[in-house]
């Protein structure tokens, strides 16, 4: 089965990592092995070239490369989310245009990076891609390392271009993306609403999302389609549990090291050769990755995937079921006044 492009986007979408061999080269057999390993876990669909797949660090060529691998491998098993951003509207165009020639379901473009926009830019910069993209369009808002997307500017572009079909917004801001669904969706029920925030997944479905490009979901897939899963069937005790699960060990990969590096270590626990990172290392920062490497260990462990480390794990942390109940029940509560 193939996805066209009138099919939504929905579900979770992986943003993977790339796996490299010892020269830093990208290793082709260990991401196609890795695709299959996604794919026979319940991802959605897969998310290349994403700030987890750390694109910047790729030429052109080898990010293109990725989606050959991948668009190939895939099959038409699951749609490919391609991240298509480049240096400047004509390259990512061209991107556009590759990934379609591909079979890609869609490309997500981020906002312009380095030189920081007005709204009034990062809207002209969409619509020249919209208005010549020959596949559909993802908006990719996250204000820490680009020019931000405000709301006039999603709506505004959700008017305009048919080709802008989604947003993927990993700002975290809960009310935020409330406004966007409030302020776009009537006018085009077509339009999907992604989050990029995995520590929010369950909340963020409740209010109306139609899914996420979630990093964990390139190390724990079966959690984070378990937890869709839940949530879109309404068994939200099970579904919170998991949530507050899923937290520990989405804290530990993003905040320990630098990102994504703790996906890299985690990605290794779970039998794959990621390799290092192309981004080189201080001693310093070696050994906190190395202290890091035994803390994921635990964490994995105590969800089944791998075995403990020499010497053992700590006790597991204990949650307050009542105060996430009160979370939850107050969330659902301001959800059913709002119709």
Known sequence: MTYESRNRLQGVFTPNVVPLDDRGEINERELRRYVDWLIQRGVHGLYPNGSTGE??????????????IIADQTAGRVPILAGAAEANTRETIR??????QLGARAVAIVAPFYYKLTPAGVYAYFKEIADNS??????????????????????RLADECPRVVAIKDSSGDLPHMMRMIAAVRPQRPDFSFLTGWDAALMPMLLIGCDGGTNATSGIVPEITRKLYDLTVSGQLD???????????????????????????????????????????????????????GRQLQCLLAAEGFTDEPVGGCPASIEIDPEQVARIVQRIVGELRERG
Do not use: W
Not at 95 to 100: G, S, V
Not at 252 to 270: D, H, I, N, T, V
């Open 134 to 155: 020959p596949i559909d369009v993802t908006l990719y808002n996250i204000p820490l390392f680009a020019s931000p997307i405000d709301l006039p500017t999603v709506r």
């Open 55 to 68: 694109f910047t660090r790729f030429t052109a060529d080898e990010r293109r490369r990725i989606i050959e």
């Open 238 to 292: 099970a579904a919170r549990d998991l949530q507050y699960r899923l937290l520990l060990l989405f804290d530990a990969m993003l905040y320990s090291a630098e990102f994504p590096e703790g996906f890299r270590a985690a990605l290794q626990l779970r039998g794959f050769a990621a390799g290092r990172g192309r981004q080189p290392k201080s001693p310093s920062q070696q050994i906190e990755l190395d202290q890091l």
């Open 95 to 100: 991107a556009c245009e590759r990934y379609h």
